[in-house]
């Protein structure tokens, strides 16, 4: 096997030292950020509450779509107004979940989801030939 040092290459050895120079700058300056601790906050959030959030930003969004279908009654339909009354009771059910993502993800629906997004495992097919 040949290994190729790129650090000692005219192209790639000036943008790795440079990168080698800028990266701890910016890991430090990373660390001490605000916007840093607002991810790592929302991501915890998401982790420990996930239905609830999701079920406050449907909530939010019915809360505009509502509004429109109030202010605008003539160029909406009985079904329209179905559709918005389901949403709303189904966010609502929503805040009372308390599944953690963990919990969420090992449930029936949690596998079948992960089942049906995850791509399919093809190290039995490039064994056999």
């Known amino acids: 096997m040949i290994v190729v040092d790129l650090r000692e290459t005219y192209i790639a ?9 800028i990266v701890p700058h910016i890991e430090r300056a990373w660390d001490e950020s605000v916007f840093q601790q607002f ?11 996930p239905v609830k959030l999701a079920s406050t930003l449907v909530l939010a969004v019915l809360l505009v ?11 909406t339909s009985s079904s329209t107004l179905a559709a918005l009354l389901v949403a709303w ?22 596998r079948v989801t992960k089942a049906l997004f995850e791509p399919p495992d ?3 097919k490039n064994e056999s030939k």
């Open 65 to 75: 779509q509502t509004l429109r279908f109030v202010l605008t009654p003539p160029e």
């Open 89 to 110: 009771v189904v966010s609502l059910l929503g805040l009372r979940v308390d599944w953690t993502l963990a919990e969420l993800a090992d449930s029936r629906s949690g």
């Open 13 to 21: 050895g000036p943008v790795i030292r440079a990168l080698d120079g």
């Open 122 to 124: 093809l190290s039995g």
């Open 39 to 49: 991810t790592s906050r929302l991501n915890d959030a998401i982790r420990q509450t």
